[in-house]
């Protein structure tokens, strides 16, 4: 949501940005053991810098940015402009909080480095609001603090272990045959035979299929030729609450209740919540019925959380509900792009295709370790994620005292803005940064030449990315299926490449269209 922090601004004179903090080369930073490789940042003085000697926009620019200058639905775009202008430290006001723009790997990382042990991300106060009057329980993304911590102690076991996801291949392989099954009904139905339009849409449907079927260990249907009333109205409410999210922010809490939008996003939420509790309740049924029998129970990852008695049954409710919300975008949005930039680069497309067909010869189901091995189609995936970052702006609340960064003290609750889109795009890491180049994440001498923090699609530490592992074993899985039976082609009346637009999340622009033609 990095665009709402962008609505109002302070007058600010602009001063550069003192001396450059070091920057290093390190490990994968998706790794917690991660170490220095090269000497650490040298640590300001403290109280070196006033917050208020900070760069910035004033309010005036930042609403004809906004409104007039076209950035409306383009802040990615902004991030690099208002680093352009004011470097990689500006700040801004967003009502009474103060918003700081980071905008530099090395300087992402001297923030994450002083999280404490419960790292507080944005204010999610819209989202609190629909519970709170429902007296539903928050989850991983809305809990705060101690709460926060003891539902991801719990989420984490059967999610972030490899041993745990492996089990999941079986499962997401069986999404992956119906998906291309689809795409086959998909391709007959069109006028050429082969082209399948609008194929962001059709990959959400296997994404949400895929989290689906592991949160709640039962098939929804979303594949099938007619998908099912209850499953189209739980994929309706989670785009509609998603859309309306996007400004509810900005919306006067005293108003809300008055304006029909709201009581479409009271709705929808409605809609997600009474579903995955059904949907819920189904699993308890079954569950209570093996017990009765004196059968053990055994299944996968909801009735771990069920029968592990960590979490009460509307605590299973709500974090289950946002695991969701969570799940399937980053799988849809990134294989639409890698498919996307395939086509239009041929020759990664057969390089890929050729490391596939010596992993996984003729027709053999790929499992998790087949896919593991697969170094170029990690490489496609890390470079997609680069430059179509899912979530294009972080954030980060100063909760447990003064901060200091880059030479500045900020106090607390200072919110600082991960500008993750203007870094990955910044040519001093990654050289030529519109250009989709694969080869720039093949290690050379055991290393990338790259910031770690450059590129972090899914967070780091213990606030990073929940669903992971898998949203990168269903992202290997299709994508290695799906390149082995088709060529990948761009569709001839594309007049103009696809860019990405920021609505919450970023976002295909336009629909993506595609040609899959069959391989002899």
Not at 303 to 329: H, R
Not at 332 to 348: D, F, V
Not at 380 to 407: H, Q
């Amino acid at each position: 949501m990095a665009h709402l922090w962008l609505r109002a601004a302070s007058r600010l004179a602009v001063r550069p940005l003192p001396g450059n903090v070091g920057r290093t080369l390190c490990s994968d930073p998706s790794s917690l053991s991660m170490r220095r490789e090269v000497e650490q940042p040298r640590q300001p003085s403290l109280g070196q810098l006033r917050l208020e000697d900070l760069p910035g926009p004033s309010a005036s620019r930042m609403l004809h940015w906004i409104l007039l200058g076209g950035y409306r639905n383009r802040t990615c775009d902004l991030q690099i402009k208002m680093k352009e202008l004011y470097g990689p430290l500006c700040m801004y006001k967003f009502g009474k909080m103060t918003v700081v723009n980071v905008a530099r790997a090395d300087l992402i990382e001297e923030v994450i480095r002083q999280d404490g042990i419960y790292p507080q991300r944005s204010d999610m106060s819209h989202w609190q609001e629909f519970r709170d009057m429902r007296g539903y329980s928050y989850g991983p993304l809305t809990a705060e603090g101690s709460s926060w911590h003891r539902f991801r102690t719990v989420l984490n076991k059967r999610m972030l272990r490899p041993n745990d996801v492996v089990s999941y291949a079986k499962p997401l392989n069986a999404i992956v045959t119906d998906f291309l099954a689809r795409l086959q009904r998909l391709r007959a139905a069109s006028s050429d035979g082969d082209t399948v339009t609008d194929l962001a849409n059709e990959l959400y449907k296997f994404a949400f299929e895929g989290i689906s079927t592991v949160l709640f260990e039962t098939r929804l249907g979303s594949l099938e030729e007619h998908v099912p009333t209850r499953t189209e109205e739980f994929i309706d409410a989670i785009g509609c609450m998603l859309h309306i999210s996007d400004i509810m922010p900005v919306i006067p809490p005293s108003i809300r209740p008055y304006l029909p939008v709201y009581k479409r996003y009271i709705a929808a939420w409605d809609t997600l919540y009474d579903t995955a509790a059904e949907l819920i309740n189904e699993k308890m049924e079954t569950i209570n019925e093996r017990l009765q029998k004196g059968e053990a129970v055994e299944g996968e990852y909801l009735t771990f959380l069920l029968s592990s008695g960590k979490m009460s049954l509307q605590e299973v409710y709500g974090n289950v509900t946002e695991m969701l919300l969570a799940g399937v975008d980053t799988t849809s949005n990134t294989i639409s792009w890698a498919l996307y930039q395939l086509a239009r680069e041929p020759h990664y497309q057969e390089r890929l295709y050729q490391e596939i067909r010596s992993i996984i010869p003729g027709d053999t189901t790929p499992d998790a370790e087949s896919v593991s091995r697969m170094v170029y189609l990690k490489a496609v995936i890390k470079e997609t994620l680069r430059k179509y970052p899912v979530i294009p702006g972080n954030a980060r609340v100063a909760a447990n005292g003064d901060v200091f960064v880059g030479g500045y003290r900020f106090p607390k609750k200072t919110i600082f803005h991960f500008c993750h889109y203007a870094v990955s795009h910044d040519p001093e890491n990654f050289p030529e940064p519109k250009l989709f180049r694969p080869e720039r994440w093949l290690r050379v001498a055991g290393r990338l030449p790259h910031h770690p923090f450059s590129s972090i699609p899914f967070g780091f530490g213990i606030r990073a990315c929940l669903g992971r592992r898998i949203a990168e074993l269903e992202m290997l899985l299709a994508l290695s299926q799906i390149l082995r039976a088709y060529e990948v082609h761009p569709d001839p009346e594309e007049k103009e490449e696809v860019t990405p637009v920021t609505r919450t999340l970023l976002i295909p622009g336009a629909k993506i269209n595609l040609k899959f033609i069959e391989r002899k």
